[in-house]
C-alpha cells in the first residue's frame, strides 16, 4: 500500500512538473514572439511602394526582368542573349575536341570500324547527356533562373521541406518575395517524399552529404578542367614541331596558368565582352574543319549515327571498349559547368545555342576528327590538329588558347560561386569575397580559393605532363558530379516539380544507365590519375562536413543555454545593471530568445548600454534577399527596458560589402520601426509591447504555489518566473489589462538618436568550442584539431561584417560539444 501511496506521489509530482514546464514554455512564447506581425507589416508596406527600379541594378538583374515579367520575347533579343552565353557557358564545353580521341585510344586504333564505334558513342552521348537531361530537363532546377549546380538544388529541397540542419528559419521568412515554393497536397506521392525525407535526422544528414560529394567533386573539376584544357591547347606547339620536348609545352603551360589566376582580382567585367565572339570563333572554327575533313577523308563515317556501331563495338573490343568509356565521357565535360553558370542567361537562350549551334559544331568537329583517324590511324595521339589545314593552323592554335582559358575562366568563377553558396548555407569556412563589378554583382573573386586553386592547376599540370592521366582524374569528377545531380534531380521532380511517378522512373532509368556504365569504366582508371579527384574531394570533404557539424553543434548549445527571457524581465528596467549611454549591439546566431554570451557579459560586467539591440544576421536558402526585406525589428519587453531584436537576412548570392552601411542600415530599420509602432499605438493596442495582466496573475499563483510544493533545487526558471512576476507587480496596469510606460521627459525616438551619437558599441563572441570530456576520438580530433584550426584561419565575423577595431568588444566564451 505504501508503495501504491508513493508512486501516487512520485506520479503526481511527474505531472506537476510537466504543467510547470508547459505554462513557463508557453509564457516564454508570449514574452518572445517570432516576428510574424513584423513581417506582415513589412510585406504590406512594400505592397504599397510604387515599383521603381534604382540606377544600381545591374544589366543582368535589369535583363531578367524583362524577361520574367514580358511574355512576348522578340527574337532578336533571344538571338543576342544566346551568342552571349556562348563565352559563359560553353567554353569548357567546347574545347572537349582537344583530347577525346586520345584519350579513348591511348594505346593506339587497330581497327578503323573502332573510330566508326567511338564515335556513335560520342553522338549519343552529347545526345542523351548534355542536350536532353541537362538543357531541357536538368536547367529547370535553376532556382527561379538565378542558380545552378548541386547546392541550387538543396537550396530549392529547403524550402520545400524541412531537410535543413540549422533551424534557424521562421515563419515570417516565407513571405519573402524570393522565397517562390509550392505547396502539396496532403497523400500525394510528393507529400509522402516529403515527409519521408523528413521522417529522420540522418536523412538529412545524407542529403547533406551528398551534395556536399558533388561540390567536392566540383571543386577539383575546377582544378583540373584548367590543367587539362590548356594542356591540351599549347600542345599545338610541339604537333608542328614534332622535335620539340614536351617539357615546353608544360611550361607553356603553367605560365598560362599562373597569368589566369594572377588576373582574377580584376574580374571579367573589363573583358567579358571578348568571350563570346572567341567561343563563336571557335565554335565556327571546329565545325568548318570538320565539315572539310568529312568531305576529304571519309563521308562514309556519317553511318555512326546508327546506334547499332555501338554494339559492334562493345563485342569487337570487349573489355578494353568498356575501359575506353572513360574517354568517351570527356566528350560531355564542361556539362556540369553549363548547369553552374546558367545564372547568368535565361534559359530559353542557353537552350537555343545549344540545339542549333553548339551541339551541330561539336558533331561536325567529332566527325571530321573521326574521318581523318580512319585514313591515319597512326595520329591518335594528336589528331584534333594533325587534321587541321596547314593554311589555318596557327590561327586555329590561338582560337584554341583563346578558347581554353574562356572555358577554364567560366570553371574558376563558377566555383567562387560555388563556395559563396557552401559559406551561406553553413558548410565551408568564411573566406574573404570581393566584387570585382559595380555592374554585376554575380561576378566575385575569393583570393584565398583562387590560390589555391592555381597551386592545384600546376602541380596537376607539372606533375602528370600529359592528358591521358589528367583525363583519368577529370572523368572521375565529371561522372560523379553527374550522378549527385541525377539523385538531387530525381527528388526535385518528386518534391518541387511533382512530375507523375512513371516520368519520374523514365528519367531515373535512363541517366543512372548511362552515368553508371561511365562510372564502371572509370573507376577501373584510379590508379592511372583517377585518384587525383578522389584526394581533392576527400579533403574538401572533410572541411566541409566538420565545420558544418560543428556549425549545427554550436547552433542547438546556443538554442538550449540561452537565457529565459522570465530572467530578464524580473531584472526591471535597469536589468539590474549600470545603464551607460550607448547603444550595444549584441551580435548572435539566435532569431529568437536572449543569447547566452548576454548573461555571460553582464555577469562578468555589471554595467550595459542606455540601448540593447540583439542582431541576427543569417543565411536563407533563397538565391537574394531583396535589400527592402532584409531587415525585421521587433521589441522585446516594455518599452522602459530599451531592448530590441534585429534580423537581417542575406540569401547565399548576397554579399557584405563594405559600402553597404550595414550599421548605419540597421539604425534607419530601426528608426522606422518606433516609427510605425508609435503610429499604431495612437490608433489601437500594439500587441509587440502589450503583457495581459490576467495571464500574468494567473501563471503566477499557478506556478509559484506549484514551486512550493516541488523542491526541486534545479527548477531555476520558476525561481526566475517568480522574481520577474513579483517585478511586474509593482507596474501599474490600465483596466483593458495593458502595460502602461511611464511618460518620459524626451521622445524615445530623440533618445534613440542621442544615444547612437554616445556611442556605438558591437559585442561579438569570441568562442573556443571544445570536445567534451568522454568523447569518442574521431570527435576530438574533428572539434579540438581540424574545427579549431579551420576557425583559427578563417575570416571572423566582424571582418565579414565590416565592423571597426575601435567599437569592437569580443566577449570570450567556451563551449562544451
Known sequence: MAGRVEASLTEGESTIEERDREAMREFEEGLDQPMDEEANMLKNMNKEKVSTYSVSVSYREFRF??????????????????????????????????????????????????????????????????????????????????????????????????VNLIPNQQRSDEDLSTYSRTLVAEGSFAAKTKKWLESRHSKKRSLLVIVLLGTCMMIGDSILTPAISVLSATGGIKVNNPKMSSDIAVFVSVVILIGLFSMQHYGTDKVGWLFAPIVLIWFLFIGATGIYNICKHDPSVLKAFSPTYIYLYFKRRGQDGWISLGGILLSITGTEALYADISYFPLQAIQLAFTF???????????????????????????????????????????????????????????????????????????????????????????????????????????FKNQIDIGNAYGTAVVVVMLVTTLLTVLTMLVVWRCHWIFVLVFTIL??????????????????????????????????????????????????????????????????????????????????????????????????????????????????????????????????????????????????????????????????????????????????????????????????????????????????????????????????????????????????????????????????????????LPKKIAIDYVYAFLAKICRENSAILHVPHETLLNVGQVYYL
Not at 550595414?662 to 522606422?672: A, G, H, I, T
Not at 520558476?718 to 502602461?740: A, G, I, K, L, R
Request: charged share 15%; net charge negative.
Open 511 to 776: 541517366s543512372l544507365l548511362v552515368e553508371l556504365s561511365y562510372f564502371s569504366a572509370v573507376i577501373l582508371k584510379i590508379n592511372e590519375g583517377g585518384w587525383v579527384p578522389l584526394i581533392i574531394a576527400a579533403f574538401s570533404l572533410l572541411v566541409m562536413f566538420v565545420w558544418n557539424y560543428v556549425t549545427v553543434k554550436k547552433y542547438e548549445f546556443e538554442v538550449h543555454s540561452r537565457v529565459s527571457m522570465s530572467w530578464i524581465l524580473g531584472l526591471g528596467p535597469s536589468l539590474g545593471l549600470v545603464r551607460v549611454p550607448g547603444i550595444g549591439l549584441v551580435h548572435t546566431e539566435l532569431a529568437s530568445g536572449v543569447p547566452h554570451i548576454f548573461s555571460h557579459f553582464i555577469t562578468n560586467l555589471p554595467a550595459i548600454h542606455s540601448v540593447v539591440v540583439f542582431v541576427c544576421v543569417k543565411n536563407l536558402p533563397v538565391y537574394t534577399v531583396p535589400e527592402e526585406e532584409r531587415f525585421l525589428v521587433k521589441r522585446i519587453g516594455p518599452k522602459t527596458f530599451r531592448m530590441f531584436r534585429c534580423v537581417a537576412r542575406y540569401g547565399y548570392k548576397d554579399l557584405h560589402r563594405k559600402d553597404d552601411r550595414f550599421e548605419d542600415k540597421l539604425f534607419e530599420n530601426l528608426f522606422s520601426f518606433i516609427q510605425n509602432e508609435t503610429m499604431m499605438e495612437s490608433d489601437s493596442n500594439y500587441s509587440n509591447s502589450v503583457y495581459p495582466v490576467n495571464y500574468t496573475q494567473e501563471s503566477r499563483d499557478e506556478l509559484i504555489s506549484n514551486n512550493n510544493n516541488n523542491h526541486d533545487s534545479n527548477d531555476n526558471n520558476m525561481v526566475m518566473f517568480s522574481s520577474m512576476v513579483d517585478y511586474m507587480d509593482t507596474m501599474s496596469f490600465s483596466q483593458n489589462y495593458t502595460v502602461e510606460e511611464e511618460e518620459e521627459e524626451e521622445d524615445e525616438l530623440e533618445f534613440l538618436k542621442t544615444c547612437k551619437e554616445s556611442g556605438v558599441v558591437h559585442i561579438m563572441g569570441n568562442t573556443v568550442v571544445k570536445a567534451r570530456k568522454g568523447s569518442l
Open 65 to 162: 526582368l524583362i524577361l520574367r515579367f514580358h511574355q512576348g520575347l522578340s527574337m532578336l533579343m533571344l538571338l543576342r542573349l544566346s551568342f552571349q552565353s556562348l563565352g559563359i557557358v560553353y567554353g569548357d564545353l567546347g574545347t572537349s575536341p582537344l583530347y577525346v580521341f586520345y584519350n579513348t585510344f591511348p594505346d593506339g586504333i587497330d581497327d578503323s570500324e573502332d573510330v566508326i564505334g567511338a564515335l556513335s558513342l560520342i553522338i549519343y552521348s552529347l545526345l542523351l547527356i548534355p542536350l536532353i537531361k541537362y538543357v531541357f530537363i536538368v536547367c529547370k532546377a535553376n532556382d527561379n533562373g538565378q542558380a545552378g549546380g548541386t547546392l541550387a538544388i538543396y537550396s530549392l529541397l529547403c524550402r520545400h521541406a524541412n
Open 357 to 463: 549551334f553548339v551541339f551541330p559544331c561539336l558533331l561536325l568537329a567529332y566527325c571530321g576528327q573521326a574521318a581523318y583517324l580512319v585514313n591515319h590511324k597512326e595520329h591518335y595521339q594528336d589528331a584534333f590538329y594533325a587534321s587541321i589545314p596547314e593554311s589555318v593552323y596557327w590561327p586555329m592554335f590561338i582560337a584554341a588558347t583563346g578558347a581554353a582559358i574562356v572555358g577554364s575562366q567560366a570553371t574558376i568563377s563558377g566555383t567562387y560561386s560555388l563556395i559563396k553558396q557552401a559559406v551561406s548555407h553553413g558548410c565551408f569556412p568564411p573566406v574573404k569575397i570581393v566584387n570585382t563589378s559595380k555592374k554585376f554583382l554575380a561576378q566575385i573573386y575569393c583570393p584565398d580559393i583562387n590560390w589555391i586553386l592555381m597551386i592545384g592547376c600546376i602541380a596537376v599540370t607539372a606533375s
